[in-house]
């Protein structure tokens, strides 16, 4: 982010400072609670040493205190940003080809989107889950008990990478991801009911085409600039039929 004044850079500096004040304070908190009750349920949890229980309870204070100061600096970015939140374009035709989606098809594209996100949070969820599972087994220790959900868990998560690799080949052999062809509103047609197909570009990063919508609107009205100027030229009225002067007659 670029700070223009010093003001702005305090101000910035202040927002960064109380984002990680409060992140890491409320993190902090969640950390020696969740140390505390773990202590109490868990006997191999009480068997690490104070130093590491305390790695663990500040570890979790500091990310997330960096992580709350950086979205307050991204909120703060934002603010200061005129362009945050402009639609171009392409942007406005594309919600409106998903606005016309069923459920299936907005759940299959957001899957499409979001998988790499999905296999992270997968792999996160089935070892949870297989480690659950296997903690009911009193004749296993703990190291086998994780060795197991290990295992477990990488199955479903060889199960999603392989989905996800579906979707990037299908991607990559269609071209979907960068230009789709959409149906939208002929702005010709008065009665708005008449769908014509475009192909738009899907925008990687918000205001991406916005460049692209700056110099439509300056050659529009370039256009209607030259045209109002034909026509309030002697030559443009005379071919309009205004102030023509009728030839001669001998």
Same mark, same amino acid.
């Given at each position: 982010?670029?700070?223009?004044? &010093?003001?702005?850079?305090?101000?910035?500096?202040?927002?960064?400072?109380?984002?990680?004040?409060?992140?890491?304070?409320?993190?902090?908190?969640?950390?020696?609670?969740?140390?505390?009750?773990?202590?109490?349920?868990?006997?191999?949890?009480?068997?690490?040493?104070?130093?590491?229980?305390? $790695?663990?309870?500040?570890?979790?204070?500091?990310?997330?205190?960096?992580?709350?100061?950086?979205?307050?600096?991204?909120? $703060?970015?934002r603010a200061k940003d005129p362009t945050y939140g402009f639609k171009g374009?392409?942007?406005?035709?594309?919600?409106?080809?998903?606005?016309? &989606?069923?459920?299936?098809?907005?759940?299959?594209?957001?899957?499409?989107?979001?998988?790499?996100?999905?296999?992270?949070?997968?792999?996160?969820?089935?070892?949870?889950?297989? $480690?659950?599972?296997?903690?009911?087994?009193?004749?296993?220790?703990?190291?086998?008990?994780?060795?197991?959900?290990?295992?477990?868990?990488?199955?479903?998560?060889?199960?999603?990478?392989?989905?996800?690799?579906?979707?990037?080949?299908?991607?990559?052999?269609?071209?979907?991801?960068?230009? &789709?062809?959409?149906?939208?509103?002929?702005?010709?047609?008065?009665?708005?009911?008449?769908?014509?197909?475009?192909?738009?570009?899907? &925008?990687?990063?918000?205001?991406?085409?916005?460049w692209k919508d700056m110099v439509a609107a300056e050659e529009r009205r370039?256009?209607?600039?030259?045209?109002? #100027?034909?026509?309030?030229?002697?030559?443009?009225? #005379?071919?309009?039929?205004?102030?023509?002067? #009728?030839?001669?007659?001998?």
């Amino acid at each position: 982010m670029k700070v223009i004044s &010093e003001e702005e850079q305090k101000a910035h500096y202040s927002a960064v400072l109380r984002g990680g004040l409060i992140g890491g304070t409320i993190t902090g908190a969640l950390g020696v609670t969740g140390a505390i009750l773990a202590a109490r349920r868990w006997a191999g949890f009480r068997t690490l040493t104070i130093q590491f229980r305390t $790695f663990l309870v500040t570890s979790a204070a500091t990310a997330g205190a960096v992580i709350t100061a950086e979205r307050y600096s991204i909120n $703060f970015q934002r603010a200061k940003d005129p362009t945050y939140g402009f639609k171009g374009q392409a942007k406005i035709d594309d919600e409106a080809y998903r606005s016309q &989606e069923g459920n299936w098809k907005r759940f299959v594209d957001y899957c499409r989107e979001n998988r790499y996100t999905i296999v992270g949070l997968g792999w996160v969820a089935s070892m949870a889950m297989a $480690f659950t599972l296997v903690s009911r087994n009193r004749y296993l220790t703990t190291s086998q008990k994780l060795v197991q959900a290990r295992v477990y868990a990488q199955g479903l998560t060889l199960a999603l990478i392989l989905a996800a690799g579906a979707f990037e080949t299908a991607d990559a052999k269609s071209g979907k991801g960068r230009w &789709e062809s959409v149906m939208v509103v002929d702005p010709d047609d008065p009665t708005h009911k008449h769908m014509i197909e475009k192909r738009v570009h899907k &925008e990687e990063y918000e205001g991406q085409d916005l460049w692209k919508d700056m110099v439509a609107a300056e050659e529009r009205r370039i256009a209607a600039k030259n045209g109002d #100027a034909s026509a309030a030229s002697p030559k443009g009225k #005379a071919a309009n039929g205004k102030d023509a002067v #009728a030839p001669p007659t001998n």
